[in-house]
């Protein structure tokens, strides 16, 4: 028995740690495509690329544009909505001004079945080649609008990042403090808008803790 005494005693003295981490993430809220901002800026930068400004009306219209394909995944690498999207759609149902948009410098655009985190879905899907890489560091970008968001409630999940050249004080301004709120399901960057996942609370961020308490107790109902 005093072989078991101590991994017992340890998996014990973690399991309330565990616990709080666990209430602890299932109480907090964060926002998927805050976090894509946040990576491409850091990647950036470590490549002696300026950082971005984070355009809270161009991430809304990121979400537009995700939305414009209706769930159709497999039409993400072939096509693109039109142009007129951003004047006619997309700007009307953020409440963005038309005449502060400015030109798209580079798209990142990317769908699949399963959700990821954003540090998977940026180096897994967004950014896996040469010209995602290209896209990201190009010099041409001064600010980035990014978006996440599943489709009727799950997947397919869709992840759209969208660079400017405007100014981040002018363009893509918004009718009243924030973009219009009729745009959910979803996430949108640079709104500090709490956002647990891409159909706004459908992927739990707790519960990959949950799964670790719940090993933890039948590990410890074997000993």
Known sequence: ??????????????????????ASAADSKSNPADELVALINSNRTAGKASSV????????IALQYIKAYEGHCDQVDDKKPMESSFTDTFAPTCG?????LSKITGRLV???SQYLAPAEAFGVLLVNDAKGLQILRSKNHTEVGAAVSGTDGGGPYFWCVLFSDGKP?????????VPKAAIHPGCFSGNNDDC??????AVLTSAGALRLVTAILFAVAAL
């Not at 998996?11 to 709080?20: G, H, K, M, N, S």
């Not at 647990?196 to 609370?201: K, L, V």
Request: aromatic residues 6%; hydrophobic residues 45%; charged residues 10%.
């Open 169 to 177: 004080t002018t363009s893509f301004k918004v009718d009243g403090e």
């Open 196 to 201: 647990s996942g891409p159909t706004n609370g």
């Open 1 to 22: 028995m005093a072989m078991f005494a101590r991994p017992l005693l340890a998996t014990l003295l973690l399991l309330p740690a565990f616990l709080l981490s666990a």
């Open 96 to 100: 963005v001004q038309a005449t502060t």
């Open 110 to 112: 990317a769908c699949q």
């Open 53 to 60: 400004s984070d355009n809270q009306g161009l991430g809304c």
